[in-house]
């Protein structure tokens, strides 16, 4: 398994952007999928984003195409998420997720290593 550990939540006014990092440590990172998931309070832990281990396909919800952008730098072991044009219905933990392979991985059971969560907030 690869260690992950997301920075870079906050609280933010519904309109502003933010950008999540996720740090990943262990063996043969870099050929790990990769993907973001988002929990709002009271409901089920729901796909955001995924990139495959190249960085050369990725995948998004409906609810954020458009709007977030995730990416990845393999050298410096870092996934990320761009999140702009913010919603109060984004608020919820985001969490990075990561699983040994190289295809698009869009469902929870796929990915084999999760971090611990951050917590983004958006103010109407």
């Known amino acids: 398994q690869v260690q992950l550990v997301e920075s870079g939540g906050g609280l933010v006014q519904a309109g502003d952007s933010l950008r999540l990092s996720c740090a990943a440590s262990?063996?043969?990172?870099?050929?790990?999928?990769m993907g973001w998931f988002r929990q709002a309070p009271g409901k089920a832990r729901e796909f955001v984003a995924a990139i495959n281990w190249g960085g050369g396909f990725t995948r998004y919800a409906d609810a954020v195409k458009g709007r977030f952008t995730i990416s990845r730098d393999n050298p410096k072991n870092t996934l990320y998420l761009e999140m702009n044009s913010l919603k109060p219905e984004d608020t919820a933990v985001y969490y990075c997720a990561a699983d040994r392979g190289v295809g698009l991985r869009t469902e929870e059971y796929e990915y084999e290593s999760w971090g611990q969560g951050t917590q983004v907030t958006v103010s109407s």
């Open positions: 262990g063996r043969n990172h870099r050929i790990y999928s």
